[in-house]
């Protein structure tokens, strides 16, 4: 049976082939397919938008039309405004309605003249497509037929949405997005009845809207829409009511721009022409460029007119806040400069990188002493702010107090370029010269870094604690996974203890200013932070960290102009505190005891125990192997029953003699330590006739050059080549010094040991003696122009 029907089928089909009819029918079919549905083509406006599709910013299209993209779907009271006002029937018919179109022929013949087009929603989609100015009955025929096969590519949905994104409504103003905000400065959910009314007769007229102009006409086509949405029942009573209370809009007003700067970025990112999903937060955005403009305000009197912020959750890289400079205005002031993006010298800001390499790699302990002295180290002399000196200070109190030179000091044990190869690996994307560039000053801001680049840094080290399952912390501004608007940081550069103990050590909230003075900031969350300065006042940082948020803090002039007071403590800590003021509160990082181990510690020098130390506490450390020597500063003394005199076998004999361990440090940590540390009690001096013969120079210290050091002495005007400074620390404040180069008397000094000589190019012995004949050599090198 089945055979017999498809045998008929075939049949019949056959013959239809065989007429002209089937082909001049399949040629209109296969022309109809092969018409383009409507596509708009036109450029759209860049728009940045919150996590949760709030605007925070627009720029013009590059044909001069604010057309924002389109959206995917399009606010109810505008579509059924929308709908009574243009097309009644659109989702009931394919594109063309036959009964609209007849009664617009019968009205337009009675008029005399073309009163109603009878187009659908769909047609005026592709008369918009074609941007066709002059039309004529063909080119009505020809929408028709476009309509029809708009219909056919997309769904009902889809081409409301269309149109809506491209309908014209007055100056340059495209689409119900653009519309919504330019008119009545509310995204389109929140149009009201009155307002989607008014925007849904735009279109058919879209002169209408001009201050001072039609306004009448406009008010009446809109009430009369009211009239019809209140009729149909789509409006009760009371909202119609309202409704025709409401005011039409008068000037245009101007596009929100909360994140202007990120606009920007997001242009320079590739996204021009787009509509960008960010993980930002709007408010706050908000309440984050209020604290930042709050302090401008008051920074501006002392022509401070920069400044910007950055707010990242470290457990998932999102950006929460991006203020890239402040509200300042004028172009000469630098306010359209994205700070976060921009090179700047970032003072001290890398100190916590090289504490917690240090202890990663087991050379040393979280409050280790360290040195704090006069050095000069190839003619470089740095300084700590303060221009004071500790001697020697435990390396926790020297990260959090921001000390230039211990740093130095350690930086110069690590390795300038390994160091440098750290903070590359790290995400510091400035460091692009040789590490003889940069030199020892590179972790006191001698090269450039970013607001971006360091906040990333710092977050990676807290997701190390927060985030321990990932590898890379991916840092990113924008929703998609487009790798134009993300960094990745490495999270497992430092192991988490040497990260944990640098958190710790920066959670202080008791600081000293670059001027001397203590400050106290007061936070309700325990924060990891550190402030910069750069040289010359140029910039100010402030970086903090908590388990869940970092905040990045950047004050300062754009064209690089220093004022006195731009200080990291002074101008940039407070905007920071503030901003964490506006988030959610957090607790602290958890200790990671696994990756920690106990040893006993000399309470005094924060170094594992030594044999002469006293006591000892117990300590967590670093796991692993740990490289630091033990204690050396504790001594066992001999002295008389007194206490009063050290003595020897020569003038009291060993049953006399009392044994006390000592803490005593070397003669030129100890001349500056004692000042800061009433508590140290030098060594007491040996009973008269009883001092032993000395020969190891222990009494002495040469404070610079450091030994085995390469110094260059630049000539002067005349040719003249400079003097070589030398400068030593003896126990004995009442000691002189014999100074020595290449066995040839230099200098005589006392109380001061610092002398001034003249010195060739080349390998030299510097020796110094005291008056009891006591003896300290070192070898220093003067480098030739031709070495330099």
Same mark, same amino acid.
């Given at each position: 049976?089945?055979?017999?029907?498809?045998?008929?089928?075939?049949?019949?089909?056959?013959?239809?082939?065989?007429?002209?009819?089937?082909?001049?029918?399949?040629?209109?079919?296969?022309?109809?397919?092969?018409?383009?549905?409507?596509?708009?083509?036109?450029?759209?406006?860049?728009?940045?938008?919150?996590?949760?599709?709030?605007?925070?910013?627009?720029?013009?299209?590059?044909?001069?039309?604010?057309?924002?993209?389109?959206?995917?779907?399009?606010?109810?009271?505008? /579509?059924?405004?929308?709908?009574?006002?243009?097309?009644?029937?659109?989702?009931?018919?394919?594109?063309?309605?036959?009964?609209?179109?007849?009664?617009?022929?019968?009205?337009?013949?009675?008029?005399?003249? @073309?009163?109603?087009?009878?187009?659908?929603?769909?047609?005026?989609?592709?008369?918009?497509?074609?941007?066709?100015?002059?039309?004529?009955?063909?080119?009505?025929?020809?929408?028709?037929?476009?309509?029809?096969?708009?219909?056919?590519?997309?769904?009902?949905?889809?081409?409301?949405?269309?149109?809506?994104?491209? &309908?014209?409504?007055?100056?340059?103003?495209?689409?119900?997005?653009?519309?919504?905000?330019?008119?009545?400065?509310?995204?389109?959910?929140?149009?009201?009845?009155?307002?989607?009314?008014?925007?849904?007769?735009?279109?058919?007229?879209?002169?209408?809207?001009?201050?001072?102009?039609?306004?009448?006409?406009?008010?009446?086509?809109?009430?009369?829409?009211?009239?019809?949405?209140?009729?149909?029942?789509?409006?009760? #009573?009371?909202?119609?009511?309202?409704?025709?209370? /409401?005011?039409?809009?008068?000037?245009?007003?101007?596009?929100?721009?909360?994140?202007?700067?990120?606009?920007?970025?997001?242009? &320079?990112?590739?996204?021009?022409?787009?509509?960008?999903?960010?993980?930002?937060?709007?408010?706050?955005?908000? =309440?984050?460029?209020?604290?930042?403009?709050?302090?401008?305000?008051?920074?501006?009197?002392?022509?401070?007119?920069?400044?910007?912020?950055?707010?990242?959750?470290?457990?998932?890289?999102?950006?929460?806040?991006?203020?890239?400079?402040?509200?300042?205005?004028?172009?000469?002031?630098?306010?359209? @400069?994205?700070?976060?993006?921009?090179?700047?010298?970032?003072?001290?800001?890398?100190?916590?990188?090289?504490?917690?390499?240090?202890?990663?790699?087991?050379?040393?302990?979280?409050?280790?002493?360290?040195?704090?002295?006069?050095?000069?180290? +190839?003619?470089?002399?740095?300084?700590?702010?303060?221009?004071?000196?500790?001697?020697?200070?435990?390396?926790?109190?020297?990260?959090?107090?921001?000390?230039?030179?211990?740093?130095?000091?350690?930086?110069?044990?690590?390795?300038?370029?390994?160091?440098?190869?750290?903070?590359?690996?790290? +995400?510091?994307?400035?460091?692009?010269?040789?590490?003889?560039?940069?030199?020892?000053?590179?972790?006191?801001?001698?090269?450039?870094?970013?607001?971006?680049?360091?906040?990333?840094?710092?977050?990676?080290?807290?997701?190390?604690?927060?985030?321990?399952?990932?590898?890379?912390?991916?840092?990113?501004?924008?929703?998609?996974?487009?790798?134009?608007?993300?960094?990745?940081?490495?999270?497992?550069?430092?192991?988490?203890?040497?990260?944990?103990?640098?958190?710790?050590?920066?959670?202080?909230?008791?600081?000293?200013?670059?001027?001397?003075?203590?400050?106290?900031?007061?936070?309700?969350?325990?924060?990891?932070?550190?402030?910069?300065?750069?040289?010359?006042?140029?910039?100010?940082?402030?970086?903090?960290?908590?388990?869940?948020?970092?905040?990045?803090?950047?004050?300062?002039?754009? +064209?690089?102009?220093?004022?006195?007071?731009?200080?990291?403590?002074?101008?940039?800590?407070?905007?920071?505190?503030?901003?964490?003021?506006?988030?959610?509160?957090?607790?602290?990082?958890?200790?990671?005891?696994?990756?920690?181990?106990?040893?006993?510690?000399?309470?005094?020098?924060?170094?594992?125990?030594?044999?002469?130390?006293?006591?000892?506490?117990?300590?967590?450390?670093?796991?692993?192997?740990?490289?630091?020597?033990?204690?050396?500063?504790?001594?066992?003394?001999?002295?008389?029953?007194?206490?009063?005199?050290?003595?020897?076998?020569?003038?009291?004999?060993?049953?006399?003699?009392?044994?006390?361990?000592?803490?005593?440090?070397?003669?030129? =940590?100890?001349?500056?330590?004692?000042?800061?540390?009433?508590?140290?009690?030098?060594?007491?001096?040996?009973?008269?006739?009883?001092?032993?013969?000395?020969?190891?120079?222990?009494?002495?210290?040469?404070?610079?050059?450091?030994?085995?050091?390469?110094?260059?002495?630049?000539?002067?005007?005349?040719?003249?080549?400079?003097?070589? @400074?030398?400068?030593?620390?003896?126990?004995?404040?009442?000691?002189?010094?014999?100074?020595?180069?290449?066995?040839?008397?230099?200098?005589?000094?006392?109380?001061?040991?610092?002398?001034?000589?003249?010195?060739?190019?080349?390998?030299?012995?510097?020796?110094?003696?005291?008056?009891?004949?006591?003896?300290?050599?070192?070898?220093?090198?003067?480098?030739?122009? #031709?070495?330099?």
């Amino acid at each position: 049976m089945d055979k017999i029907v498809l045998q008929k089928i075939k049949n019949r089909f056959a013959c239809w082939v065989k007429r002209p009819i089937f082909w001049i029918i399949a040629l209109f079919v296969v022309a109809f397919l092969l018409l383009p549905p409507a596509r708009v083509n036109s450029p759209c406006s860049t728009v940045v938008e919150d996590a949760a599709g709030n605007l925070l910013g627009a720029v013009i299209a590059t044909d001069g039309q604010w057309r924002f993209p389109e959206a995917d779907s399009i606010p109810y009271k505008y /579509e059924q405004c929308l709908l009574e006002f243009e097309d009644s029937y659109y989702y009931y018919h394919p594109g063309v309605n036959p009964i609209s179109m007849l009664r617009a022929v019968k009205q337009n013949v009675s008029a005399g003249k @073309v009163k109603s087009g009878g187009s659908t929603i769909t047609m005026q989609l592709v008369r918009i497509s074609r941007n066709a100015k002059d039309r004529g009955y063909w080119d009505k025929l020809y929408e028709m037929l476009l309509a029809l096969r708009t219909e056919l590519r997309y769904s009902k949905r889809s081409i409301i949405v269309k149109y809506a994104s491209n &309908a014209p409504f007055g100056g340059n103003v495209v689409g119900i997005e653009a519309a919504s905000w330019r008119f009545f400065g509310v995204s389109p959910d929140k149009l009201s009845w009155a307002q989607s009314a008014t925007l849904a007769v735009l279109p058919n007229a879209p002169g209408l809207i001009h201050p001072g102009r039609n306004r009448g006409l406009l008010l009446e086509k809109r009430n009369r829409l009211l009239k019809r949405l209140y009729d149909n029942g789509t409006l009760n #009573e009371e909202s119609y009511r309202l409704s025709l209370l /409401e005011p039409l809009p008068l000037q245009p007003q101007a596009i929100p721009m909360v994140a202007p700067h990120l606009l920007t970025r997001a242009i &320079a990112d590739g996204y021009l022409g787009q509509r960008v999903k960010t993980t930002l937060d709007l408010p706050l955005q908000r =309440q984050v460029a209020s604290v930042v403009n709050s302090h401008y305000e008051v920074l501006r009197f002392n022509e401070i007119n920069n400044a910007a912020a950055i707010v990242v959750d470290i457990r998932t890289g999102e950006v929460k806040a991006y203020v890239g400079n402040t509200n300042t205005q004028g172009d000469g002031l630098g306010g359209k @400069v994205d700070i976060i993006t921009s090179p700047r010298s970032y003072g001290s800001l890398l100190k916590p990188f090289l504490y917690a390499g240090l202890l990663s790699e087991g050379n040393l302990l979280p409050q280790q002493l360290v040195d704090d002295i006069p050095i000069s180290i +190839g003619g470089y002399v740095p300084q700590n702010f303060s221009r004071d000196f500790e001697g020697m200070i435990p390396a926790d109190k020297a990260l959090s107090r921001s000390l230039n030179i211990p740093f130095v000091i350690l930086l110069r044990k690590y390795g300038m370029e390994k160091f440098n190869a750290l903070v590359k690996r790290m +995400g510091m994307s400035t460091i692009s010269k040789m590490p003889d560039h940069y030199g020892l000053s590179i972790i006191l801001g001698g090269a450039e870094g970013k607001l971006w680049d360091l906040v990333g840094m710092y977050s990676a080290m807290g997701a190390t604690l927060s985030a321990p399952e990932k590898d890379k912390l991916d840092l990113h501004y924008a929703v998609d996974d487009a790798d134009r608007a993300r960094t990745l940081f490495p999270t497992k550069v430092f192991t988490p203890s040497s990260c944990w103990f640098t958190m710790e050590a920066l959670s202080d909230v008791t600081r000293p200013t670059e001027d001397g003075e203590w400050r106290m900031f007061t936070s309700r969350s325990k924060v990891a932070w550190k402030t910069g300065t750069s040289f010359g006042f140029r910039d100010a940082w402030a970086v903090g960290v908590t388990p869940r948020y970092a905040v990045g803090v950047w004050v300062g002039n754009a +064209g690089g102009d220093g004022r006195a007071g731009l200080m990291g403590v002074s101008v940039a800590a407070p905007i920071m505190f503030d901003i964490f003021a506006q988030l959610p509160a957090s607790g602290w990082f958890r200790k990671p005891t696994a990756d920690m181990q106990v040893v006993e510690v000399c309470p005094e020098s924060g170094m594992k125990r030594g044999k002469a130390c006293p006591s000892a506490v117990l300590r967590h450390i670093p796991r692993g192997i740990n490289k630091t020597m033990p204690c050396g500063f504790h001594r066992m003394l001999h002295l008389d029953p007194s206490g009063k005199f050290q003595v020897t076998d020569k003038c009291v004999s060993v049953s006399e003699m009392t044994i006390r361990p000592w803490f005593v440090l070397p003669p030129a =940590q100890e001349q500056f330590y004692r000042i800061s540390h009433l508590g140290y009690k030098p060594m007491p001096p040996f009973m008269e006739g009883c001092e032993p013969e000395l020969t190891d120079g222990s009494s002495m210290s040469l404070i610079y050059p450091f030994a085995s050091s390469k110094m260059y002495l630049p000539r002067k005007n005349g040719g003249e080549r400079s003097l070589l @400074v030398l400068k030593a620390a003896h126990r004995n404040p009442s000691a002189t010094i014999y100074w020595y180069l290449d066995e040839t008397l230099v200098g005589q000094t006392i109380t001061n040991h610092t002398v001034a000589i003249n010195a060739e190019p080349g390998r030299h012995l510097l020796t110094l003696t005291d008056g009891r004949g006591e003896s300290l050599k070192r070898y220093i090198e003067i480098l030739g122009e #031709e070495q330099r």
